[in-house]
């Protein structure tokens, strides 16, 4: 089992990745939240995979944290939710919005996802009780500070998805204030 590549970003094309490993390209598919983080091809990438060999292809999946891998992991232990649809739940929310869904048992976070209807929602979530949601503390990311808290806020407020609010944070200082990081943070989306 491959269970970790370093190597050269040779080429990007979402949802896939090539790797160059000392000559030899690895095709790996990655959730939008770690491509999202990529460097700019040509520089060195370390990622978390999961290999899955099937009747007709071998596939690599890549994560940047282990927490992606390991939320892809239980994803595809469930019955009817394959590599793919796993793929898209990871990139339409975060680990810590997974868990917090599957937690408060709210199906409509995960139908918001391409692919996932009310009633895979409801089954993910019933199957997932106790096994994802319980390790919420695991998966938590960092609070963002009060005047980052507010201007995403205000984003998604605007319709910007959680996602792509949380993308444009990243671009501003942490001292911003909400008026100003607001105006930076949507010149960002505009883009």
């Known amino acids: 089992m491959i269970g970790?590549?370093?190597g050269i970003l040779h080429e990007?094309?979402?949802p896939q990745i090539i790797i160059d490993c000392n000559g030899v390209g690895y095709e790996v598919f990655v959730p939008m939240s770690t491509y999202y983080n990529?460097?700019?091809s040509g520089e060195k990438i370390s990622l978390l995979t999961h290999f899955i060999v099937r009747e007709d292809a071998q596939l690599l999946y890549g994560f940047a944290t282990s927490p992606e891998r390991d939320a892809f992991r239980q994803l595809i232990k469930i019955s009817g939710v394959?590599?793919?649809t796993a793929l898209a739940i990871l990139s339409g929310l975060s680990v810590a919005d997974l868990s917090d869904a599957i937690t408060r048992q709210e199906p409509g976070r995960l139908v918001k996802v391409p692919g996932?209807?009310?009633?895979?929602?409801?089954?993910?979530?019933l199957e997932l009780k106790g096994k994802f949601g319980a390790d919420l503390a695991l998966f938590r990311e960092q609070p963002l500070p009060d005047n980052q808290s507010d201007i995403e806020q205000a984003l998604v407020a605007l319709g910007y998805s959680e996602k792509d609010a949380h993308l444009a944070l990243k671009s501003?200082?942490?001292?911003i204030?909400?008026?100003d990081g607001i105006k930076l943070a949507l010149k960002a989306l505009t883009k």
């Not at 996932?116 to 979530?125: C, N, S, Y």
């Not at 501003?172 to 001292?175: D, G, N």
């Open 4 to 6: 970790k590549l370093t």
């Open 12 to 14: 990007k094309t979402p």
């Open 38 to 40: 990529l460097p700019a």
């Open 82 to 84: 394959g590599p793919r």
């Open 116 to 125: 996932i209807g009310k009633k895979t929602a409801e089954r993910l979530l």
């Open 172 to 175: 501003l200082p942490a001292s």
């Open 177 to 179: 204030g909400v008026s």
